[in-house]
């Protein structure tokens, strides 16, 4: 079912467990505690970069279905992505798994990119369980889009920092064994945005733009508004892109309360992390949203969540070929398993 | 760059009033402490070679540079270089020691490509431009300072 152009999900696909695995940096996070598990080395006894981010997504796999005890046979697609060129990280992970394989790019706004498609094959029945999720590696993602990581460059305060990680989840429909952390009702499919921006070293203004535009989009289709959900938060928006998202959505008449339009890139890491404007990569959203803020859901703290993950669409050449950053947000809508399914209910 | 719209210049209005600017005072005190600190150790070194090897001011550079890009080597292969460059910029990219930073970090980045096609192909990446600029800029200087010899403006 569709309203506008947000689709709404009736047959209750829900998120039935997830695996979030972090690197040595993350460790540090003030939601650490939260996570499954944290990388003590960058390299994680790989030989290259890119390899201990296939590493990080086969774990962070390894763990979701060892919580759900399931067989890697029983999953039925898997829907991933990360950053590095082809996404072999993401390609290499999925021939571990020998899973039904389809590798998402929409940078750092895949993980909702994936939720929501996920959500889709579940309910149209095409799929019983799917494993999605995204992930990045700080020092692959630098050798690829900036600099050496030991190369001494001077970053402006705009800069993020990558976060090392993945985040993955099993979508599925509930059963009395796998009781629901989340249930996914909406999700609205971001469009590529683009205001002329340039600066790849301020990626939050690049995407503020999509992050608004999608978030507009949602609460206009589903006739909703911002009190309509305990949370609203974005992806890798961090300091200066979160101050313009919320601006230009006030101008669009739009408001917050304190507390209720929140940044993962902003949370991610405490302020005193030397990450100049906050974290970004595909790992952050996929991270937070799938540790603390489904820990929130489950617990009641939070009953309805519009988690928007946003990501800008660049590459090292089109940055030196002087184009602008095309930017996309994607915005899928959570509940709490509580007041959806009343406890015991069959699911 | 292209022309802005008006629609992309109003929305860079709004960039700019939340944009966090670097601070260039600030950023430019620091590059001139810790690039001056880089340099009085690059002098004391010449003074060492002076002092106790048969090497005059003029010979003494070039024993000198060495020290210090072995220097810059070890600071950027124990990971302290980069973090020295966020906090000096310029300071501790203008010397020779940034030269050789850029070198070694893209060697150290590549080792994972292999020797040849990794290390080799990819060692010069950032100073490559460094030197074709400087080599092309050492060439037109020559031939200016050459011509004005010639006209006998310069003795």
Known sequence: MTQGMTWTFTNKPAILSTGVIGGPFEKKSPFADLFDGCEDKLWMNEDSFEKANRHIIERAIDTVIGKMSLQPTAIDALLMGDLINQMTPTSLAARTLAAPYLGLFSACATSMQGLALSAALVDGGFCKTVLTGASSHNAAVEKQFRYPTEYGGQKPPSAQWTVTGSGVAIVGQETPQHPALAFIEKATIGKVIDRG???PFNMGAAM?????????????DTNQNPSDYDVIVTGDLALIGHRITEDLLNSKGWTFKEGQFLDCGKMMYVESAGVQAGASGPACSAMMIYSHFLNELKRGKIKKMLAVATGALLSPLTSQQSETIPSIAHAVALSGPTQNSPQGKEG | MKKQTASQKSYQDLVDVHDEKRPVLLNCIKAFVVGGIICAIGQAVTVFFILFFPFTEQTAGNPTVAVMVFIAMLLTGFGVYDRLGQFAGAGSAVPVTGFGNSVISAAIEHRSEGYVLGV???????????????????FFLAIIKTLLIQWGVLG
Do not use: E
């Open chain 1, 208 to 220: 503020a733009p999509a992050a608004t535009d999608v978030i507009d989009r949602h609460f206009q």
């Open chain 1, 197 to 199: 921006t340039n600066d």
């Open chain 2, 120 to 138: 080799g192909g990819n060692m010069f990446k950032l100073a490559g431009s460094v030197i074709v600029f400087g080599v092309v800029a050492a």
